[in-house]
């Protein structure tokens, strides 16, 4: 199983980035595709609306979708204190369902730092990249995305490629590095 972490501020792209991954890796067919959303600011949020994160994940392809809040952890399934969950108990659902691609947007703290675990990073300027990747790690960063990606010349920050989640042949290149 592929765990892929999508890092970033909030308006940053990383919505944008995990359905537009989710929805090229079950177009190639490359496997099964599970996401987790992580809903840290409303600690009494409960699910689901259209429109919302976790209702575009699943209508992206996501067979799994998993959103995690301080009261509550949805398969749909209320589990008070589900925020505390370790790595490992969080990834052997996905593997309950033998998904091959889990997208990861939030828990960064539980994530990021985890051997195994790519990241892309989603930011909204190059300042806000370079901070992500001094907090997080360049260790397994796939990509630089988002609105910095579409506006730079450049197509590299750090020595990380700044890739446009918008352009196909860009998305097809994350692709690639995925598999």
């Known amino acids: 199983m592929k765990v892929l972490l999508f890092l970033g501020y909030s308006g940053s792209g990383k919505t944008t980035a995990l359905t537009a991954i989710a929805k090229g890796i079950v177009r190639r067919r490359l496997g099964k595709v599970g996401t987790l959303k992580h809903i840290h600011h409303y600690p009494n949020f409960t699910i689901d609306t259209k429109g919302k994160d976790t209702w575009l994940h699943a209508k992206a392809g996501a067979s799994v979708v998993i959103s995690i809040a301080p009261r509550e952890l949805t398969i749909i399934k209320k589990e008070p204190g589900a925020e505390s969950m370790s790595f490992d108990q969080i990834l052997a659902i996905f593997r309950r369902d033998k998904v091959d691609y889990v997208l990861v947007e939030g828990l960064y703290r539980k994530f990021s730092m985890r051997r195994g675990v790519s990241?892309?990073?989603c930011a909204s300027s190059e300042k806000q990249?370079?901070?992500?990747?001094?907090?997080?790690?360049?260790?397994?960063?796939?990509?630089?995305?988002g609105k910095v990606a579409d506006s730079l010349r450049v197509r590299e920050i750090v020595g990380v490629p700044a890739l446009r989640i918008t352009s196909k042949k860009d998305l097809e290149r994350i692709l690639d590095k995925l598999q």
């Not at 990249?129 to 995305?145: P, S, Y």
Request: overall charge positive; glycine content about 4%; aromatic content about 0%.
């Open 119 to 121: 990241k892309i990073i």
């Open 129 to 145: 990249a370079l901070d992500l990747l001094k907090e997080h790690g360049q260790r397994n960063v796939v990509c630089i995305t």
